[in-house]
């Protein structure tokens, strides 16, 4: 509603899970949408040029490893440097350990980040400043 033309809409559908109780052991690359409620051991990151991909993590989910996707939804644990692209949205039973960086992000109340924060400006945004003109 507020974005800029041209940039990537979220993905609005899931085409994979990894179910609760799942276990992955390594790393996992995907496109589209991916829903994880179970735990994953070993990066997750979406694939080249995906940059509608959505990574939605469950108050359940558990990642162990680097995380680099364009969008994120999360309400649960990673255990790693996260890497957004577009927007990454932190939901009140998230739990980040280690480094963040983002172009637009939304944390909720409750919401923990144990690490840097890093905003990625893609383009600079120019401040322009009105001069009130006196004129007696």
Same mark, same amino acid.
């Given at each position: 509603?507020?974005?800029?033309?041209?940039?990537?809409?979220?993905?609005?559908?899931?085409?994979?899970? &990894?179910?609760? @109780?799942?276990?992955?052991?390594?790393?996992? %690359?995907?496109?589209?949408?991916? %829903?994880?409620?179970?735990?994953?051991?070993?990066?997750?990151?979406?694939?080249?040029?995906?940059?509608?991909?959505?990574? $939605?993590?469950?108050?359940?989910?558990?990642?162990?490893?680097?995380?680099?996707?364009?969008?994120?939804?999360?309400?649960?644990? $990673?255990?790693?440097?996260?890497? $957004?692209?577009?927007?990454?949205?932190?939901?009140?039973?998230?739990?980040?350990?280690?480094?963040?960086?983002?172009?637009? &992000?939304?944390?909720?109340?409750?919401?923990?980040?144990?690490?840097?924060?890093?905003?990625? @400006? @893609?383009?600079? @945004?120019?401040?322009?400043?009105?001069?009130?003109?006196?004129?007696?």
């Amino acid at each position: 509603m507020f974005g800029k033309k041209g940039d990537s809409a979220p993905q609005g559908r899931i085409d994979s899970l &990894i179910g609760a @109780g799942t276990r992955v052991e390594g790393s996992i %690359r995907f496109t589209g949408g991916l %829903r994880i409620d179970g735990e994953v051991v070993g990066s997750v990151e979406a694939a080249e040029g995906a940059s509608s991909s959505t990574l $939605v993590l469950s108050e359940h989910a558990r990642v162990e490893g680097a995380v680099h996707v364009a969008h994120l939804v999360t309400n649960g644990t $990673v255990v790693g440097p996260v890497n $957004v692209s577009e927007s990454l949205e932190i939901q009140s039973k998230a739990r980040i350990a280690g480094d963040v960086e983002y172009a637009v &992000i939304e944390m909720h109340q409750g919401a923990v980040v144990e690490g840097h924060m890093v905003h990625r @400006g @893609g383009k600079s @945004g120019e401040l322009k400043l009105a001069v009130a003109n006196k004129s007696n």
